[in-house]
């Protein structure tokens, strides 16, 4: 299928991927006068008096917001924020096809941080919580950081943190396939962006012991000085043997390569130099840091990439509407780490022994039943780590 094309003829004959259906009827005066006024006055009262009950008497426990700046579309780059509505139209389906959840889109036309900031605070009371797309590093770590000073909401940025909870979901099991340990594994991450940064966090919290980051200037040390606060914070979380030089030196010697940077960066002569049955995940997209035939034949034993044409997919759709779901479940006033992790083990636990041994780590990306087994692993979660408020 040519998607270019037929993403154009249906965008077109959609004229857009949502839309507002009414959940009250008005046939008649009656109808009118209680869905509208004088009736609505009543629940606005008892919002008033208690401001709690907006969750019982609008949709707002069960209304998210996806939010882009327009700043890092996709593979687009800096696009502005009106050229991103196709995507947070597309995100708002996967929200209610996965997991019942309604969103609505909101493109800025700012992509000052304050701006962003207040702007999304000043509306966050209409929403059971706020899905940043799209936002580019290093703004978007200040800007996800601020709002969940501010707002009683979770606030969730999937480019960093549905990533990282797929990428750890894919890692155990491959670690399962390798009969490797969490503790003894060198990891090397080739970017080091919104969801190289989030990643690397997630694994330090799950285990991982010595993970080195190279971006295009190389390997993150700490005796390099950054500019950019982030790849400080990594330089002094990472590469605790302070290794330098570029993505060949550091690969050596390593039992998982994971990319999110560029195409074709990793060899099969890097490959060869990594530690028997290597785990490679590449994510660039839509061209992989490495092909998953050259992998294999490098000697890799696990290959997952971020494409659908090829087993084992990496996909944030895994994640974020289970993770959503399960949070608005309980009312959470965040989503923490301890509920990424939660929801990481859901995703890992969905994969067989069946699954296993034909070399599947993880479910499939159209396994719509995931969400609902990360739903309640993430409420329990919330609920043990203090977050939930029901």
Same mark, same amino acid.
């Given at each position: 299928?040519?998607?270019?094309?037929?993403?154009?003829?249906?965008?077109?004959?959609?004229?857009?991927?949502?839309?507002?259906?009414?959940?009250?009827?008005?046939?008649?005066?009656?109808?009118?006068?209680?869905?509208?006024?004088?009736?609505?006055?009543?629940?606005?009262?008892?919002?008033?008096?208690?401001?709690?009950?907006?969750?019982?008497?609008?949709?707002?426990?069960?209304?998210?917001?996806?939010?882009?700046?327009?700043?890092?579309?996709?593979?687009?780059?800096?696009?502005?924020?009106?050229?991103?509505?196709?995507?947070?139209?597309?995100?708002?389906?996967?929200?209610?096809?996965?997991?019942?959840?309604?969103?609505?889109?909101?493109?800025?036309?700012?992509?000052?941080?304050?701006?962003?900031?207040?702007?999304?605070?000043?509306?966050?009371?209409?929403?059971?919580?706020?899905?940043?797309?799209?936002?580019?590093?290093?703004?978007?770590?200040?800007?996800?950081?601020?709002?969940?000073?501010?707002?009683?909401?979770?606030?969730?940025?999937?480019?960093?943190?549905?990533?990282?909870?797929?990428?750890?979901?894919?890692?155990?099991?491959?670690?399962?396939?390798?009969?490797?340990?969490?503790?003894?594994?060198?990891?090397?991450?080739?970017?080091?962006? /919104? %969801?190289?940064? !989030? #990643? &690397?966090? @997630?694994?330090?919290?799950?285990?991982?012991? $010595?993970?080195?980051?190279?971006?295009?200037?190389?390997?993150?040390?700490?005796?390099?000085?950054?500019?950019?606060?982030?790849?400080?914070?990594?330089?002094?979380?990472?590469?605790?043997?302070?290794?330098?030089?570029?993505?060949?030196?550091?690969?050596?010697?390593?039992?998982?390569?994971?990319?999110?940077?560029?195409?074709?960066?990793?060899?099969?002569?890097?490959?060869?130099?990594?530690?028997?049955?290597?785990?490679?995940?590449?994510?660039?997209?839509?061209?992989?840091?490495?092909?998953?035939?050259?992998?294999?034949?490098?000697?890799?034993?696990?290959?997952?990439?971020?494409?659908?044409?090829?087993?084992?997919?990496?996909?944030?759709?895994?994640?974020?509407?289970?993770?959503?779901?399960?949070?608005?479940?309980?009312?959470?006033?965040?989503?923490?780490?301890?509920?990424?992790? /939660? %929801?990481?083990? !859901? #995703? &890992?636990? @969905?994969?067989?022994?069946?699954?296993?041994? $034909?070399?599947?780590?993880?479910?499939?990306?159209?396994?719509?039943?995931?969400?609902?087994?990360?739903?309640?692993?993430?409420?329990?979660?919330?609920?043990?780590s203090g977050v939930a408020r029901l």
């Open positions: 299928m040519d998607y270019k094309k037929v993403a154009m003829e249906k965008h077109r004959e959609w004229g857009g991927k949502i839309e507002v259906i009414s959940r009250a009827t008005v046939n008649t005066a009656d109808d009118l006068s209680v869905a509208y006024t004088p009736g609505v006055a009543e629940p606005c009262l008892a919002i008033k008096e208690n401001p709690e009950k907006v969750y019982e008497l609008t949709r707002k426990h069960n209304m998210v917001a996806v939010i882009t700046d327009g700043s890092a579309v996709l593979g687009l780059g800096n696009i502005g924020g009106v050229a991103g509505m196709p995507v947070m139209e597309g995100k708002c389906v996967l929200f209610k096809e996965f997991a019942d959840v309604d969103a609505f889109p909101l493109c800025l036309n700012t992509q000052d941080v304050d701006q962003v900031v207040d702007t999304i605070y000043h509306i966050s009371d209409s929403f059971g919580g706020i899905n940043l797309e799209d936002i580019g590093a290093p703004r978007c770590f200040e800007i996800e950081r601020r709002l969940k000073e501010k707002c009683q909401i979770p606030i969730f940025h999937d480019d960093q943190h549905g990533t990282a909870v797929v990428v750890l979901a894919g890692i155990r099991n491959a670690l399962k396939l390798t009969k490797k340990k969490i503790e003894d594994c060198k990891v090397v991450m080739s970017g080091a962006g /919104a %969801a190289g940064t !989030a #990643i &690397a966090k @997630l694994l330090l919290k799950a285990g991982f012991k $010595n993970i080195v980051m190279c971006n295009i200037d190389g390997v993150i040390s700490r005796d390099v000085e950054y500019d950019d606060p982030s790849l400080t914070e990594l330089s002094e979380i990472t590469n605790p043997n302070n290794e330098k030089g570029e993505l060949a030196d550091i690969i050596k010697g390593a039992d998982i390569f994971i990319g999110v940077s560029a195409p074709n960066i990793l060899t099969g002569e890097m490959v060869k130099t990594m530690n028997e049955d290597a785990i490679i995940f590449a994510m660039a997209n839509p061209n992989p840091e490495i092909l998953p035939n050259i992998a294999l034949e490098a000697g890799a034993k696990v290959v997952a990439t971020g494409r659908s044409d090829y087993p084992n997919q990496i996909n944030n759709v895994l994640a974020f509407p289970g993770i959503f779901r399960g949070a608005l479940d309980v009312r959470a006033i965040d989503i923490n780490e301890e509920m990424l992790l /939660a %929801a990481s083990d !859901a #995703i &890992a636990n @969905l994969v067989t022994e069946k699954d296993l041994e $034909n070399g599947i780590i993880i479910p499939s990306a159209l396994n719509k039943s995931v969400s609902k087994d990360i739903a309640f692993a993430v409420a329990e979660a919330a609920r043990k």
